[in-house]
């Protein structure tokens, strides 16, 4: 059975800062995805990585994957405010999403 | 930009009741899924649908549920007997064919079992 594993799960940080949120996963898949939630809300697609060595940036995240380790990080450069939400990784199983066990994230002033 | 589509945003009902909640798919998106998040907890696998079956489904999906695509727009999830745990925000998801597309999450339903 697939396992996917965020860490941390909580992440509270510094505007300003720099971190990395990680997503490890249990057998062999071709394609990750990152989400963010809104609490309450849906979830907003981010990245699609779909081979090893992919990386995808998007303003101050950026997401890589390594399918040879099946991880993968998103990386926050210079947090804001703006970027407080859940973070989710997903990798696809037989068709399906198996989602992380998401990253709570909290940017302070 | 399109939009996958759920109804009722909020439905509350009592144990043991019926419930259907509905989603839109994009139009041209192929595969339908249901997903549910328990509140504050990660989100989990229901049921994935293609071709007018189901092509798999996961433990939590067991003979209170049920799926259908109606009328060729419409994609629903029934809920026999509702039960307190099946309390949840219920998405659904499509997607179009092809491995490289994404996966579109509706706004969701958040269901109450009082």
């Known amino acids: 059975e697939l396992k996917v594993e965020q860490n941390p799960l909580f992440l509270s940080m510094q505007e300003g800062k720099n971190y990395t949120i990680y997503c490890n996963y249990s057998?062999?898949?071709?394609?990750l995805y990152w989400y963010r939630q809104d609490p309450g809300k849906s979830l907003e697609s981010l990245f699609v990585?779909?081979?090893?060595?992919a990386v995808k940036q998007e303003g101050r995240l950026m997401a890589s994957l390594d399918t040879k380790a099946r991880l993968s990080t998103l990386h926050i450069t210079a947090a804001v405010h703006d970027l407080s939400a859940t973070y989710f990784c997903?990798?696809?199983?037989?068709?399906?999403?198996?989602f992380g066990t998401g990253t709570r994230l909290q940017v302070f002033p | 930009e399109p939009e996958v589509t759920q109804t009722p945003s909020h439905q509350v009902t009592q144990m043991g009741q019926e419930v259907i909640l509905r989603c839109v798919p994009i139009?041209?998106?192929?595969?339908f899924y249901w997903y549910r998040q328990i509140l504050g907890q990660k989100v989990e696998f229901l049921v994935s649908?293609?071709?007018?079956?189901?092509?798999?489904k996961s433990e939590i999906f067991d003979d209170q549920f049920s799926v259908e695509r109606p009328d060729g727009s419409n994609f629903t999830l029934k809920i026999r007997s509702t039960k307190l745990e099946d309390s949840a925000m219920y998405f659904c998801?499509?997607?179009?064919?092809?491995?490289?597309?994404?996966?579109?999450f509706g706004s969701g339903t958040r269901l109450t079992v009082v």
């Open positions: 998801a499509s997607r179009a064919r092809g491995v490289t597309v994404g996966y579109t």
């Open positions: 057998t062999t898949s071709d394609r």
């Open positions: 649908f293609y071709n007018n079956e189901i092509s798999e």
């Open positions: 990585l779909l081979s090893n060595g």
């Open positions: 139009s041209n998106h192929l595969y």
């Open positions: 997903a990798v696809v199983n037989t068709d399906k999403l198996i």
